[in-house]
């Protein structure tokens, strides 16, 4: 395929104690911009193993009932195995960032992120400190 590129970047994102909740749309979409890319795809990856991605409504009532519900699949305070191991109270922030995943991709199409009108790009901190994120961006495309 002819005009093929490819560019990187990271972006940081300072986030409280889990399950806390950060739009990181607009910095994609200027990531995008920088690309010069015009279709293709952007693949954001969270590095750490107690934060992920994903897509919602980032609006007050759906954060709170998203971390709600991160909070009923793995709730804190349950027995698990990592603490045995490592007495760091997190075990349930590892859970929940697996359960969620590490990944998102999205579709660039005219050099903007097709998502729709009411979808952004999160990054989510699930453990029990506060974190700068690091999520490394690749967009490949033409």
């Not at 911009?33 to 009532?61: M, N, Q, V, W, Y």
């Not at 999205?106 to 990054?123: E, F, M, S």
């Not at 989510?124 to 700068?132: E, F, L, Q």
């Amino acid at each position: 395929m002819s005009g093929l590129r490819l560019y990187t970047g990271q972006i940081q994102v300072s986030l409280g104690v889990g399950v806390d909740i950060k739009d990181i749309t607009v910095r994609l979409g200027e990531m995008v911009r920088e690309s010069r890319i015009k279709d293709g795809t952007l693949h954001a990856f969270c590095l750490g193993s107690t934060g992920s991605l994903t897509c919602i409504e980032h609006e007050p009532g759906v954060v709170a009932d998203l971390a709600r519900a991160i909070n009923e699949l793995a709730p804190p305070g349950r027995e698990y195995e990592h603490e045995k191991a490592w007495h760091d109270g997190n075990g349930h922030s590892h859970v929940q960032a697996a359960i969620m995943g590490p990944c998102l991709v999205v579709p660039i199409r005219n050099g903007k992120c097709a998502l729709g009108t009411w979808q952004q790009a999160v990054v989510i901190n699930h453990d029990v400190k506060a974190r700068t994120r690091t999520v490394e961006i690749t967009i490949t495309g033409v």
